[in-house]
């Protein structure tokens, strides 16, 4: 018996340290210190002359990823490039890698990207953990589902199965448009868009739910978006906590691309507008 | 600065613990259910395996390596995504009990075969020179030799199946992974989250393997 405690302890001491450990990593910030000088998070991409991003490579018009050529294109990679120009005066200094949702946090803590411009939506609890700039785009929350289904809006939806993925702000948006109208829908989780759209397919959920431009990319001939928007979700660039003076850089950049008319350019390059 | 395991995360963690015992709870159901499944087929799959009958030991080979030689993973989204296609559309419960069972069944089989086996043949024969049909004398003097033997593998397989009901996750599975993904994604809180979950998984496992060592070494004094 004796043994089995002093393993569990053992065992919760470890644990307890490598939560400490990684907890402790996370670096000061130093912009107060020297006003004058370039700031640290600003200067390792200097350094390192390339900016990193992440973003997202299966929505189309935003981020997406095409087949053939393999390049990676869209707005939010156009404001990639604007930033990486603001930071290293040249745009094509970026290095872009793909997200999913659920990868977006971890990869800004562990400093693989320096900020995350992926259909990212700013909500109160998640800007405890990251820096989100101001919002670049407003989307509303749609809803799919199969032809066959004959469904026309939410109200269609009662006591039927919703498909969300994982680390969306989707089901508590739609829970409460559903509280509104009284009725009641289940929701199910998948981790990633793909697996949401395969549930759609073999009957799984009845009807997949995500913001409406990750779901344009999911159309095919045997469902429909239909025309309502749910509570608008609107898009920030993130940084991690730490990197203060990086997110400041990139919320005025976006300011001024938003000022100048630079964005409206970019929507409308894109059909977004 | 917060990082990934500042305070307020687990305090936000500790708040929603009712989500987290849910799926405990029904990653403990598809276990004990899951295991009972494998256990079954695994000794009757074990024993067609060591059958002097070819078509026996042709029927578990087809099983074990059907099963062994393609991923859990696989085999769980052909039965959640894949046979609704063919119109057959199983809760998510049982495609946890069966899709775990039937692998860890497969595993089991092959230890039990082993097992069988690793037992001399001259206990057979000795059995069968006592009057005793094939059946009879895997029932009342292989296999509780055997058993010894298989032991220990069999522990092993039974740990890896509580650990794998996490591919349930993957298919909305209401598991203990799927509320700790779902609830650590929608907060992004997944330090805290992935830590307490492996913790949980950890106090299922562990009493499990230290009992499993334990009866061990009774049946080594019994035998």
């Known amino acids: 018996m004796k043994k089995i405690f002093s393993f569990a302890l053992i065992a919760i001491i470890a644990f307890g340290l490598l939560a400490a450990g990684c907890g402790g990593t996370t670096p000061a910030p130093k912009s107060e210190a020297s006003k004058d000088a370039v700031p640290a998070d600003i200067k390792a991409i200097k350094d390192r002359g390339v900016f990193k991003a992440g973003v997202k490579v299966d929505v189309p018009k935003f981020g997406y990823k095409d087949a053939k050529t393999g390049k990676i294109d869209g707005f939010e990679i156009d404001l990639v490039k ?48 990251y820096n989100f700039s101001d919002p670049y785009y407003t989307d509303g929350v749609a809803l799919m589902v199969k032809k066959a289904s004959g469904a026309k809006s939410l109200k269609d939806l009662d006591g039927k199965k919703i498909g969300v993925s ?95 008319g630079e964005i409206d350019k970019l929507l409308q390059k894109w059909g977004l507008k | 600065m917060p990082g990934p395991f500042a305070g307020f995360k687990w305090l936000a963690l500790f708040e929603d613990w009712q989500i987290f015992l849910e799926g405990f709870l029904v990653t403990l159901e598809v276990s004990c259910l899951a295991l009972a499944l494998a256990l079954s087929l695994g000794i009757v799959g074990g024993m067609l395996g060591a059958a002097p009958n070819r078509f026996l030991r042709w029927v578990n080979r087809c099983y074990v390596e059907f099963i062994q030689n393609t991923p859990l ?52 024969e000795s059995a069968y020179s006592q009057g005793f ?42 598991d203990l992974m799927y509320h700790a993904d779902s609830w650590s994604s929608s907060n992004l809180y ?3 989250a992935f830590v307490i979950t492996g913790l949980l998984y950890l106090a299922i496992c562990y009493p499990l393997a230290r009992q499993a060592r334990r009866l061990e070494r009774e049946l080594e004094v019994s035998a």
């Not at chain 1, 793909?98 to 992926?118: Q, S």
């Not at chain 2, 097992?115 to 001399?120: E, F, H």
């Not at chain 2, 895997?138 to 199946?161: D, E, F, G």
Request: glycine share 8%; with cysteine; net charge positive.
């Open chain 1, 82 to 129: 604007a930033i990486a120009k603001k930071i290293l005066g040249d745009e094509n200094k970026i290095d872009i890698q793909g997200v999913v949702a659920k990868t977006r946090g971890p990869l800004l803590d562990n400093g693989d990207v320096d900020a995350v411009i992926a259909t990212f939506t700013i909500t109160e609890e998640r800007k405890k953990s």
């Open chain 1, 166 to 260: 994982q680390s969306t702000t989707t089901k508590k948006a739609l829970q409460t448009e559903l509280d509104k109208l009284g009725i009641k829908a289940s929701f199910l989780e998948f981790g990633t868009y793909a697996e949401v759209k395969a549930a759609l397919d073999s009957g799984r959920v009845d009807c997949y739910s995500i913001d409406a431009a990750i779901l344009f990319g999911y159309l095919d001939d045997s469902v429909v978006i239909l025309p309502d928007r749910y509570s608008p979700q609107e898009y920030g660039a993130a940084t991690k906590k730490s990197n203060t003076a990086l997110a400041k850089l990139i919320n005025d950049t976006l300011n001024d691309m938003k000022k100048s």
């Open chain 2, 73 to 124: 993973v696989i085999q769980i989204i052909f039965l959640y995504h894949g046979l609704p296609h063919l119109g057959v559309t199983l809760p998510v419960f049982l495609i946890g009990v069966l899709g775990i069972g039937v692998y860890h069944g497969a595993y089991v089989a092959e230890s039990i075969r082993a097992g069988i086996g690793a037992i001399s043949r001259g206990q057979l």
């Open chain 2, 133 to 174: 049909s094939y059946w009879q004398a895997m029932r009342h003097v292989v296999l509780p030799q055997a058993k010894r033997i298989v032991l220990p593998p069999i522990t092993n397989q039974v740990v890896s199946l509580i650990k794998n009901t996490s591919v349930l996750a993957m298919v909305a599975g209401g």
């Open chain 2, 190 to 192: 997944y330090g805290p």
